[in-house]
């Protein structure tokens, strides 16, 4: 077991057994194989949700749509989840709407775009040789990410756009679970995609492909995964809910403490029972060193994060509508959401700051952070509807996931929108 300090909360016994204490104490909670799993094994297995009142029993799942269906149907109480999976649930967004919640941000950063070493035999080794491989030769692309409304095709589509390759006519995309990238790359199945580590730079070590792009270099510091849940189970379980969020949050600051604490980590989530990974192959971009499999090397300033002092975990609501404002750029939503009325419906700000308060975490008043992305677009929360209908690639009249092609898709965008 690793060694670690207890949250401060000195009368936590107390707590756990009065009128606070979880409603529910052994909860089943899904994970991925990914290393941004890593919060939630670290709470399950070293200690760290018993001084909440809980035993988490973890259960790892084959892809997100199975995740998605045990979380919907109440077998996983919560999960690991796609930021853009939940939304896609609380939207109805070829799916069954359900109404989610997002208890806390478990990470930033740390997924990658891979292409295979055919692409760099062909010349692609940079996004400029890429969109001329698109567009002058006429190649169509095969390229993967893990879930139509994830994170991973708002990234892959978010890159490729910005490069002047339009992401629903130049390439072919399809869904893969992230534990089968490589498999599918070997297999020439496909020509890249992109997933959450260790399986980018697994892909490399197996000879099978390289890094042409870091989330990270899309958006320093992104959102990723989060802590998910139903609504009903926040409503039922309140106290539940708070107890986990505290347990993943211990957690979450022990991996972040230093890198004696990620190198143990690592060990800890690579074996067969968590992600089943070679520990080559997962530890190096975990403490954020980086090699793109095309002779670039590097530390990278905005690695994996999983604390940062509660900076990841805090569930902003420009972070939510950044993935509404997305789906509304891909033609996946016909017409504008309440951006912020949504957003202030599924990022529950009173359970993660309840919990955050009660380990002495900081909590700042803001729900919004400014950030610049890989197009130099800035993006703050404050215009929503004006930030979707101002790319110039996009697909606001194109169809949905459902196969409906809405005819007034950009009718609500502000005039002279591209």
Not at 61 to 71: H, I, N
Not at 101 to 114: C, D, E, F, K, T
Not at 287 to 297: P, T
Not at 305 to 333: E, I
């Amino acid at each position: 077991m690793m060694n670690h300090t207890p949250s401060p909360r000195a009368d936590a016994q107390a707590w756990i057994n009065g009128s606070d204490a979880p409603e529910k104490h052994i909860l089943n909670i899904g994970y991925l194989p990914l290393t941004d799993s890593a919060s939630l094994i670290v709470a399950a297995t070293q200690g760290f949700s018993q001084p909440h009142g809980l035993t988490i029993n973890l259960h790892k799942q084959a892809s997100w749509s199975g995740l998605r269906d045990r979380l919907t149907s109440g077998e996983l109480d919560a999960a690991q989840g796609l930021y853009g999976l939940i939304y896609g649930l609380h939207l109805g967004l070829g799916t069954q709407q359900v109404p989610m919640a997002v208890l806390m941000g478990l990470n930033h950063n740390g997924q990658s775009i891979n292409l295979s070493t055919a692409m760099r035999t062909a010349g692609v080794t940079n996004a400029e040789a890429l969109r001329k491989h698109v567009h002058q030769l006429g190649a169509k692309l095969s390229l993967a990410h893990t879930f139509p409304t994830g994170t991973h095709a708002m990234w892959l589509y978010y890159w490729l756009a910005a490069h002047g390759v339009h992401p629903l006519h130049d390439v072919d995309t399809q869904v893969v679970p992230p534990s089968l990238m490589v498999e599918h790359l070997r297999a020439g199945r496909i020509d890249g995609f992109c997933a959450g580590e260790p399986w980018g730079n697994h892909s490399i070590q197996e000879g099978m492909g390289y890094t042409i792009a870091t989330s990270q270099s899309i958006w320093p510091d992104h959102p990723e995964k989060v802590l998910s849940s139903t609504q009903a189970f926040v409503q039922q379980y309140p106290n539940a809910a708070r107890a986990l969020v505290m347990s993943v949050l211990d957690a979450s600051r022990f991996i972040d403490a230093n890198d004696q604490n990620r190198r143990s980590t690592a060990q800890l989530i690579s074996s067969s029972e968590f992600v089943g990974a070679p520990l080559p192959a997962l530890m190096p971009r975990l403490l954020g060193q980086y090699d793109d499999g095309n002779g670039r090397v590097w530390q990278d300033s905005h690695p994996l994060r999983f604390h940062s002092g509660g900076a990841v975990n805090l569930p902003y609501l420009s972070d939510g509508m950044w993935f509404m404002t997305q789906f509304r750029r891909w033609g996946l939503l016909s017409k504008d959401p309440d951006y912020l009325a949504v957003a202030r419906e599924v990022q529950r700000l009173d359970v993660y700051r309840e919990a955050a308060s009660a380990l002495g975490i900081e909590v700042p008043d803001q729900t919004m952070r400014r950030s610049t992305l890989i197009d130099g677009i800035a993006w703050d929360g404050s215009n929503p509807r004006e930030y979707a209908c101002g790319f110039e690639l996009h697909a606001l009249t194109e169809g949905r996931l459902d196969g409906k092609v809405p005819h007034d898709a950009a009718d609500n965008c502000p005039t002279g929108y591209p």
